[in-house]
């Protein structure tokens, strides 16, 4: 499926539709948290603003800098992959937990500094992460990757409220 030149594909919303849910999923159940609308909410997310957002701003990173394994564009890679997972996109993705089970009257400012504090803390693995995911894989396995690696930061995510709430 193409949107005007955008890569929104069924494959990503597949991955999407699937690798978030179950991610959240696994946090929802260790917090004793889990509910049919917060699993089939993240499903959505995952679906629609993930599997569109993410490749085609992977596709803009390839875009804006060469992929030749030298370390300076590795670096560029890098930092403009962390530009995007930053704390608004994980403020982002808290309102989208807290909207599907259903506990949009515990939304706050909070968020905004719980999720400055969880990426603050999460830099060293995100940017390996995302080092691994820009400079490693190819284009078409990214997305994949990176929902793979959001699946599991969506553990830590979802706690993150406690640690830093």
Request: cysteine-free; proline content about 2%; glycine content about 8%.
């Amino acid at each position: 499926m193409k949107l005007n030149n955008w890569d929104y594909t069924w494959q990503n919303i597949l991955n999407g539709v699937i690798i978030y849910s179950v991610g959240d999923s696994i946090a929802a159940l260790i917090l004793d948290d889990f509910s049919i609308s917060r699993w089939l909410g993240m499903m959505l997310v995952g679906g629609t603003f993930y599997a569109l957002e993410v490749p085609n701003y992977f596709r803009w990173i390839d875009s804006k800098t060469a992929n030749g394994g030298n370390l300076l564009d590795s670096v560029k890679r890098t930092m403009l992959a962390m530009l995007y997972f930053n704390p608004v996109w994980i403020a982002r993705h808290l309102f989208f937990i807290h909207l599907f089970s259903g506990n949009g009257h515990q939304m706050s400012w909070t968020l905004i500094t719980v999720s400055i504090w969880s990426f603050v803390v999460n830099i060293p693995i995100s940017l390996l992460g995302n080092h691994i995911i820009q400079n490693k894989l190819p284009y078409h396995w990214r997305f994949f990757g990176s929902a793979v690696f959001s699946g599991l930061l969506a553990i830590y995510y979802a706690f993150s409220e406690d640690f830093f709430g």
